[in-house]
């Protein structure tokens, strides 16, 4: 039988567990013996005191907030969601570092991308605490929920001695909690400015690995530049982007300027255009590449060629030799074999202008075409006049968020890296642009992205236009763009389906749901007693619940605590006058009830038999049994309808 303790992983413990099943003979009465660890790394231990090392103040005190359990959860809010019972998406009102916490054990290695827009250090406000007690309750006290010291802004200028040690503070670790995350295969996107790309850069190099860097990218948002700027007017921000471990991106599909290159027509209707198979500009020799000096034998007469090793011409033939552009001898751009392979698509050319025989391939246009991207983005798309011109187009006032990001800025890496049934992930959501954007290219492309939005309910101040059009909080204003956003799309592919022609395919209106969650104390009291108070904590603890909390917040705390997914089907079964959840198809079952009988154990038992799924939980409240014996009773039924010994849990 196994006690639910209500914590989060404890990722300092995993961590030592991984070294122990590696070293386990650096491990001297379950301590690390660092002077044995050394010598069995041997040459890969730098002993020398001056090294470079990228540190600063309050490091360490970071990292062991990312490695802290929490006992926090999160609450179903039906009543704020869209959706609830279809819906796979998520939105979740909290502190983005707790938040981050209690998804580790549910959606570790599941995320394909994260997108994240975080503060970019202005000189302006900073909510985010740097005093390293990131718990639930700093959490309602920085959101004004309590009245302690109300919010707990400031203004983080550049006279702080701490401007740049507070902003890595905040997000050191928020990123190593996110690469957990994120699959073997998944990518990160962080949007950020001058101020910090640097430590940026050397933040991401030590959370993700030098190795897997991919690009600095240069988005152009205004190209006019910053007309209030001394010197020069920027142009530009950066998105920093880092893999996993090995990331596969899909490139861009080519704009009507690549597509007019393929001016070419064959019989069968396919566009298509001439590449030169020479390599022009390559200096390697014979000796190196020997396969790839050959030469074409071309009879004009007959149209017939083919490669060759061989510089005898036969009789009615011309040879065609790999020159460069300035008559001497060069290579071609495959080998002999592949020549042979290709045939079909080669061609022989006369540049009239060189006076010169060559081959050329036909490269055809597929609808697959992709098109390597760079690292400046010039798209019209990333311009940031158009996020305010997208977000007005949802009726909102332009005052009410200033400067949202435009769709192109997200939708951009998720066509580079997404597809199909992906997670999609962005702690720092805002005015949740990234939902926006993973709804628009599921409609666009037919996918299935799910996304997960995580953002701090900051208050709307008093007098702002966002307070004035009645929104309490930046969740508020979220929330409400993704149902505006959602209900355009869905009105947008409902009249393109309504033009439809023949043989043409209905477009899939995508999920334009979500469900909202809020992070709040733990729903159980005896994962969060009060130290000061003991005897009263003992007392209330014959009841289970915190005050005000229903069985459902429960249900989904379990769900979280034991790693499943806050989208999984949910069903509730009467059972011998009992509540029996039913999550995933019976791969979990949960009853809260008083009094549970073996006929509620002999219900859970016939249940299962109607389901498929793969493993097999159930989940009671530990005082909801009768006594003793019955709760040894139930624990056998189970077990004779094929519970394994560790899957009885009790609360």
Same mark, same amino acid.
């Given at each position: 039988?196994?006690?639910?303790?209500?914590?989060?992983?404890?990722?300092?413990?995993?961590?030592?567990?991984?070294?122990?099943?590696?070293?386990? %003979?650096?491990?001297?009465?379950?301590?690390?013996?660092?002077?044995?660890?050394?010598?069995?790394?041997?040459?890969?231990?730098?002993?020398?005191?001056?090294?470079?090392?990228?540190?600063?103040?309050?490091?360490?005190?970071?990292?062991?907030?990312?490695?802290?359990?929490?006992?926090?959860?999160?609450?179903?809010?039906?009543?704020?969601?869209?959706?609830? %019972?279809?819906?796979?998406?998520?939105?979740?009102?909290? %502190?983005?570092?707790?938040?981050?916490?209690?998804?580790?054990? &549910?959606?570790?290695?599941?995320?394909?991308?994260?997108?994240?827009?975080?503060?970019?250090?202005?000189?302006?406000?900073?909510?985010?605490?740097?005093?390293?007690?990131?718990?639930?309750?700093?959490?309602?006290?920085?959101?004004?929920?309590?009245?302690?010291?109300?919010?707990?802004?400031?203004?983080?200028?550049? &006279?702080?001695? !701490?401007?740049?040690?507070?902003?890595?503070?905040?997000?050191?670790?928020? +990123?190593? +909690?996110?690469?957990?995350?994120?699959?073997?295969?998944?990518?990160?996107?962080? &949007?950020?400015?001058?101020?910090?790309?640097?430590?940026?850069?050397?933040?991401?190099?030590?959370?993700?690995?030098?190795?897997?860097?991919?690009?600095?990218?240069?988005?152009?948002?205004?190209?006019?530049?910053?007309?209030?700027?001394?010197?020069?007017?920027?142009?530009?921000?950066?998105?920093?982007?880092?893999?996993?471990?090995?990331?596969?991106?899909?490139?861009?599909?080519?704009?009507?300027?690549?597509?007019?290159?393929?001016?070419?027509?064959?019989?069968?209707?396919?566009?298509?255009?001439?590449?030169?198979?020479?390599?022009?500009?390559?200096?390697?020799?014979?000796?190196?590449?020997?396969?790839?000096?050959?030469?074409?034998?071309?009879?004009?007469?007959?149209? %017939?060629?083919?490669?060759?090793?061989?510089?005898?011409?036969?009789?009615?033939?011309?040879?065609?030799?790999?020159?460069?552009?300035?008559?001497?001898?060069?290579?071609?751009?495959?080998?002999?074999?592949?020549?042979?392979?290709?045939?079909?698509?080669?061609?022989?050319?006369?540049?009239?202008?060189?006076?010169?025989?060559?081959?050329?391939?036909?490269?055809?246009?597929?609808?697959?075409?992709?098109?390597?991207?760079?690292?400046?983005?010039?798209?019209?798309?990333?311009?940031?006049?158009?996020?305010?011109?997208?977000?007005?187009?949802?009726?909102?006032?332009?005052?009410?968020?200033?400067?949202?990001?435009?769709?192109?800025?997200?939708?951009?890496?998720?066509?580079?890296?997404?597809?199909?049934?992906?997670?999609?992930?962005?702690?720092?959501?805002?005015?949740?642009?990234?939902?926006?954007?993973?709804?628009?290219?599921?409609?666009?492309?037919?996918?299935?992205?799910?996304?997960?939005?995580?953002?701090?309910?900051?208050?709307?101040?008093?007098?702002?236009?966002?307070?004035?059009?009645?929104?309490?909080?930046?969740?508020?204003?979220?929330?409400?763009?993704?149902?505006?956003?959602?209900?355009?799309?869905?009105?947008?592919?409902?009249?393109?389906?309504?033009?439809?022609?023949?043989?043409?395919?209905?477009?899939?209106?995508?999920?334009?749901?979500?469900?909202?969650?809020?992070?709040?104390?733990?729903?159980?009291?005896?994962?969060?007693?009060?130290?000061?108070?003991?005897?009263?904590?003992?007392?209330?603890?014959? &009841?289970?619940?915190?005050?005000?909390?229903?069985?459902?917040?429960?249900?989904?705390?379990?769900?979280?605590?034991?790693?499943?997914?806050?989208?999984?089907?949910?069903?509730?079964?009467?059972?011998?006058? !009992?509540?029996?959840?039913?999550?995933?198809?019976?791969?979990?079952?949960?009853?809260?009830?008083?009094?549970?009988?073996?006929?509620?154990?002999?219900?859970?038992?016939?249940?299962?038999?109607?389901?498929?799924?793969?493993?097999?939980?159930?989940?009671?409240?530990?005082?909801?049994?009768?006594?003793?014996?019955?709760?040894?009773?139930?624990?056998?039924?189970?077990?004779?309808?094929?519970?394994?010994?560790?899957?009885?849990?009790?609360?």
């Amino acid at each position: 039988m196994t006690k639910l303790d209500g914590k989060t992983p404890d990722l300092a413990a995993e961590n030592i567990e991984q070294l122990r099943q590696i070293f386990p %003979d650096v491990f001297e009465e379950g301590k690390i013996d660092f002077d044995k660890l050394k010598q069995v790394l041997g040459e890969y231990v730098d002993d020398e005191k001056e090294r470079y090392n990228f540190t600063w103040n309050g490091k360490g005190k970071a990292l062991r907030l990312a490695q802290a359990p929490t006992t926090g959860t999160l609450r179903p809010c039906e009543a704020e969601s869209k959706n609830w %019972d279809d819906t796979q998406n998520l939105y979740i009102e909290g %502190d983005n570092l707790e938040v981050l916490k209690l998804l580790q054990k &549910s959606y570790h290695g599941k995320i394909k991308m994260i997108y994240i827009d975080p503060p970019y250090n202005t000189g302006g406000d900073f909510i985010y605490p740097d005093d390293f007690v990131d718990s639930v309750e700093n959490y309602k006290r920085i959101t004004s929920q309590v009245d302690d010291e109300g919010r707990n802004t400031g203004t983080n200028t550049e &006279s702080n001695g !701490r401007y740049h040690t507070d902003w890595l503070n905040m997000m050191y670790p928020r +990123l190593r +909690l996110a690469r957990n995350l994120l699959k073997e295969n998944g990518t990160i996107f962080i &949007s950020i400015d001058e101020h910090e790309v640097n430590n940026l850069k050397k933040l991401c190099n030590e959370v993700f690995g030098e190795m897997n860097f991919l690009a600095c990218i240069a988005n152009i948002n205004n190209p006019k530049g910053r007309s209030d700027e001394k010197n020069f007017a920027t142009a530009f921000e950066y998105i920093m982007v880092y893999q996993k471990r090995e990331a596969s991106l899909i490139g861009f599909a080519p704009e009507e300027n690549v597509i007019k290159r393929y001016n070419k027509i064959d019989d069968d209707g396919r566009r298509y255009r001439h590449i030169d198979l020479r390599k022009t500009g390559d200096s390697d020799k014979r000796s190196d590449r020997p396969n790839m000096f050959y030469y074409f034998m071309y009879c004009e007469k007959t149209g %017939d060629f083919y490669p060759t090793y061989e510089s005898t011409i036969p009789e009615g033939y011309i040879k065609i030799a790999p020159m460069k552009d300035d008559g001497t001898e060069g290579r071609w751009r495959v080998g002999l074999e592949t020549a042979l392979e290709r045939k079909s698509v080669l061609l022989p050319n006369y540049m009239q202008i060189k006076n010169r025989w060559t081959i050329v391939e036909k490269d055809y246009l597929t609808d697959d075409l992709r098109v390597k991207p760079t690292t400046a983005w010039t798209f019209k798309d990333v311009n940031s006049e158009r996020g305010t011109e997208q977000f007005i187009d949802l009726k909102f006032d332009k005052e009410v968020f200033p400067r949202p990001k435009p769709l192109g800025t997200i939708m951009r890496p998720l066509t580079l890296a997404t597809n199909g049934n992906d997670i999609i992930l962005d702690f720092f959501s805002g005015s949740s642009t990234t939902a926006h954007a993973v709804m628009q290219i599921n409609a666009e492309d037919g996918g299935n992205r799910k996304f997960i939005m995580v953002q701090l309910p900051e208050p709307c101040a008093d007098g702002t236009e966002a307070a004035n059009a009645g929104f309490e909080n930046i969740c508020e204003i979220g929330k409400e763009r993704i149902r505006r956003a959602g209900e355009k799309i869905k009105a947008e592919v409902e009249e393109q389906n309504a033009q439809l022609k023949i043989d043409e395919e209905p477009r899939k209106v995508p999920d334009i749901g979500f469900k909202v969650f809020k992070l709040d104390s733990s729903n159980l009291k005896q994962w969060q007693p009060d130290y000061d108070d003991l005897e009263t904590t003992l007392f209330d603890s014959i &009841s289970n619940y915190v005050e005000g909390r229903s069985e459902l917040d429960v249900v989904y705390e379990i769900m979280l605590k034991m790693g499943m997914e806050l989208t999984w089907p949910l069903e509730t079964h009467i059972i011998a006058s !009992r509540n029996v959840y039913d999550i995933g198809m019976g791969a979990l079952m949960i009853c809260l009830d008083d009094h549970i009988t073996a006929e509620v154990a002999e219900g859970m038992a016939a249940l299962r038999q109607e389901e498929s799924s793969e493993v097999w939980r159930v989940v009671f409240k530990d005082n909801g049994f009768e006594s003793d014996s019955a709760k040894v009773n139930i624990k056998e039924i189970l077990k004779r309808a094929g519970l394994e010994e560790d899957a009885f849990t009790t609360v």
